[in-house]
C-alpha cells in the first residue's frame, strides 16, 4: 500500500503518541483511584489529551468542540451529580465491586484482541495529513449541505433529552393516576 | 501518520472503559467510563476519516454527533442517578438488586 516505514517516527506522530500515551495513562487513573472527585479530574485531563490527538490528526473543529463539550459540560455534569449524591470527599474504599478480576481478565482480553486485530489489518495504511481538512468551515459546510436531516433530527432528540431530565429531576411532577 | 497508532490508542481506551464500566461500584463512575468508550469510537472515526479523505467528512460529522449524543445520555443518566438516590439514599449498583434472582 505505502512506503512508509515506522522508523523513524514524524515529529507529528510522536506528539500523537505523547498525547496518547497522557490519554491512556489518565484513564488508567480514572478508572482505579479511590477518590471520585480525582476520577471527575483526571477524565478532564483525558479528554483535554484527545483534543490534542485530534489537533494532530487536523480536525480542529472537533478538538473545540471536545474541549467545549467534554471538558466544559459533561465533567461539570459529573461534579454536580458527584456533589448531589453526597459522595465521601476523602479517600473511600469501597468504590470497586467484588468483580474486579474478572473485569481486569475481560478487559486485558478485549484489549489483545483489539489491537491484534487492528495492528494486522491497517499495519500498512498510511494518512496523509493535509491541514485544514477539518476546519470549521469544510465541516460546517458538510453539515448543511449534506448531513442536514440528521442534524435536525438530532436537535430534536437533545431537546427531548432535556426535557426528559428536567421532568425526572423535579420532584413536583406526578404522573396521571 | 500510520493509522495504526489512533487506531491502538482507541482500543486501549475503549478496553480501560469496559474494564472501569465492569468493575466499579459507583453509578457515577459508571458513567464516566461509558465516556471514556464513546471517545475511543470518536478517535477512531476522526482517524478513519482522515484517512479516507471523506468528500462528505462523515467521520468528522459522525464525530460531532456522538458528542451531542454523549452529552444528551449524561444528562438524562444523571437525572436518573439523582432519582434513585432519592428514592433509595444509595447509588451503589450492587445495592440496587430488587429486580434480581433472589
Not at chain 1, 478508572?31 to 483526571?42: E, I, M, N, Y
Request: glycine share 8%; aromatic share 8%.
Amino acid at each position: 500500500m505505502s512506503g512508509v516505514d515506522f522508523w523513524p517516527p514524524s515529529t507529528l506522530e510522536v506528539v500523537f503518541l505523547l498525547l496518547g500515551l497522557v490519554a491512556v495513562g489518565s484513564a488508567l487513573l480514572v478508572v482505579t483511584t479511590r477518590q471520585l472527585v480525582h476520577a471527575a479530574l483526571w477524565l478532564v485531563v483525558c479528554f483535554g489529551a484527545l483534543a490534542g490527538c485530534y489537533l494532530v490528526l487536523t480536525a480542529e473543529f472537533v478538538a473545540w468542540v471536545q474541549v467545549l463539550i467534554y471538558v466544559g459540560a459533561v465533567v461539570v455534569l459529573l461534579l454536580f451529580g458527584i456533589m448531589l449524591t453526597r459522595a465521601p470527599i476523602g479517600r473511600s474504599d469501597d468504590l470497586d465491586s467484588g468483580n474486579r478480576v474478572v473485569a481486569a481478565v475481560v478487559a486485558v482480553a478485549t484489549a489483545g484482541v483489539l489491537v491484534s486485530v487492528v495492528v494486522g489489518g491497517f499495519q500498512h495504511a498510511y494518512a496523509e495529513l493535509r491541514p485544514g481538512a477539518g476546519s470549521a468551515e469544510e465541516l460546517g459546510a458538510s453539515i448543511f449541505r449534506n448531513w442536514v436531516l440528521p442534524f435536525e433530527a438530532l436537535s430534536v432528540l437533545l431537546l427531548a433529552a432535556l426535557i426528559g431530565a428536567i421532568v425526572l429531576s423535579r420532584t413536583d411532577i406526578k404522573g396521571r393516576r | 501518520m500510520h493509522v495504526v497508532y489512533p487506531a491502538v490508542v482507541a482500543a486501549l481506551l475503549f478496553s480501560i472503559g469496559v474494564y472501569g464500566v465492569l468493575a466499579r461500584r459507583n453509578t457515577i463512575l459508571v458513567l464516566m467510563s461509558v465516556e471514556l468508550m464513546l471517545n475511543a469510537v470518536n478517535l477512531n472515526l476522526v482517524a478513519f476519516d482522515v484517512w479516507l479523505r471523506d468528500a462528505l467528512h462523515s467521520g468528522q460529522v459522525l464525530t460531532l454527533f456522538v458528542i451531542v449524543i454523549a452529552a444528551a445520555e449524561v444528562g438524562i443518566g444523571l437525572a436518573i442517578v439523582l432519582a434513585v438516590f432519592r428514592t433509595r439514599k444509595a447509588i451503589e449498583l450492587d445495592r440496587l438488586r430488587e429486580l434480581g434472582e433472589p
